[in-house]
């Protein structure tokens, strides 16, 4: 029922592109890919899209989309953009993976669904961006998922969560980042991050020193929500976890000692990326090829600040930051600690 279409150029009159931005203007809902995950788009100006939108992502109606744009002019049709520190962050970061919560205006209202504020975005990705060119609209854009579930980060994804539920998926391979954007909260003083994503806070800080870390619940309510659970059992090593001891939990949770009461827990994988970006690109759809094997993933958080350690934390089952920590919950779900003795 949902077609993928693959542009062959990424210009607004390739013809997929054209196709997709006719659906859009016709109230039509279109994944398409941006450089953090795949978007499920519609008309930011449209109710009834937006409300289609809710529909297809079974989303909860109180936790708001991001609408994107090509850049800072655009978005002066759906926020208020007329702030310093607005123009700062839109100058530095646009294009790319920051949304900044900015007052709306009347039309920005209408993907906010009546919230005094809307988030709006440039996104980098080059289809996006003929997107918005050939469609000639504000576009909100939540991740293309439904709701509760790891965001896609290939059109495969994207189909496997939608199919039948959008009319088209544009197909632009799989999303640099694999994490979603940063959101910036600027109606606030001050700026407050609400959502690591692929600006780091301390990139952010560049700009604004002041910028407060983490968000709270009724400014953002995405953060509400737990994400990704239970896709898998995920397991999340902090950088402190020896090698050693995450090797030794391979074994207890694989090996010939297999324990584990749950089948699902049957098989583990230990996924050890070497950069922080590797991990954030790579992880749901680490998440969700585990899920096909209904296998356990463990997963080495970074040691440097990254939003994939928030997004790992989040959707763990269980977090362990020292080699402690996972010898006392193996000994205390198992009925012979053998693998883990001298
Ligand atoms: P998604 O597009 O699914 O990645 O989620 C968008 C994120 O932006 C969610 O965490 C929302 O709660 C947050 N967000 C969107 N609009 C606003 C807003 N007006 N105020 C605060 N947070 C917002
Ligand atoms: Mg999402």
């Known amino acids: 029922m949902t077609r993928r279409l693959v542009p062959r150029s990424a210009e607004p009159d390739d013809p997929a592109i054209r196709e997709a931005a006719a659906c859009l203007q016709a109230g039509g809902l279109v994944v398409f890919p941006t450089e953090t995950v795949y978007g499920l788009g519609a008309d930011a100006t449209n109710?009834?899209?937006?409300?289609?939108?809710?529909?297809?992502?079974?989303?909860?109606?109180?936790?708001?989309?991001?609408?994107?744009v090509r850049d800072l002019d655009?978005?002066?049709?759906v926020a208020d953009v007329s702030s310093p520190s607005a123009r700062r962050f839109a100058?530095?970061?646009?294009?790319g993976p920051l949304s900044l919560v900015l007052?709306?205006?009347?039309?920005?209202?209408?993907?906010?669904?009546g919230r005094p504020t809307v988030a709006v975005r440039a996104p980098s990705h080059p289809i996006a961006r003929a997107l918005l060119v050939a469609a000639g609209l504000p576009l909100a854009a939540p991740s293309a998922n439904r709701s509760g579930r790891p965001s896609p980060t290939t059109a495969e994804h994207a189909l496997a969560e939608l199919d039948g539920r959008v009319a088209l998926v544009l197909d632009g391979g799989s999303c640099r980042f694999g994490i979603e954007s940063s959101v910036l909260d600027l109606t606030v003083d001050p700026p407050r991050l609400l959502r690591p994503g692929g600006v780091s806070l301390a990139v952010l800080r560049q700009v604004d020193p002041h910028v407060?870390?983490?968000?709270?619940?009724?400014?953002?309510?995405?953060?509400?929500?737990?994400?990704?659970?239970?896709?898998?059992?995920?397991?999340?090593?902090?950088?402190?976890?020896?090698?050693?001891?995450?090797?030794r939990l391979v074994l207890v949770l694989d090996g010939?000692?297999?324990?584990?009461?749950?089948?699902?827990?049957g098989t583990a994988t230990l996924v050890e990326r070497v950069t922080a970006d590797a991990v954030a690109h790579h992880l749901y759809a680490d998440l969700r090829d585990l899920e096909q094997d209904h296998a356990t993933l463990i997963v080495r958080l970074p040691d440097v600040e990254h939003a994939v350690a928030e997004r790992a934390r989040r959707a763990a089952s269980w977090t362990f930051d020292s080699d402690d920590e996972v010898t006392a919950w193996i000994r205390a779900r198992t009925p012979r600690s053998s693998a883990l003795e001298p």
């Open 74 to 77: 655009d978005a002066a049709q």
């Open 91 to 95: 100058e530095r970061f646009w294009p």
């Open 103 to 113: 007052p709306a205006t009347a039309l920005g209202s209408v993907a906010s669904r």
């Open 256 to 265: 010939p000692d297999a324990w584990m009461g749950t089948r699902a827990m």
């Open 47 to 68: 109710a009834r899209a937006i409300a289609a939108v809710y529909d297809a992502k079974g989303r909860p109606a109180d936790n708001p989309l991001i609408v994107h």
């Open 212 to 247: 407060s870390p983490g968000g709270d619940a009724a400014r953002s309510p995405g953060t509400r929500y737990a994400h990704y659970q239970p896709i898998v059992p995920l397991i999340a090593l902090g950088p402190a976890v020896s090698a050693e001891v995450a090797e």
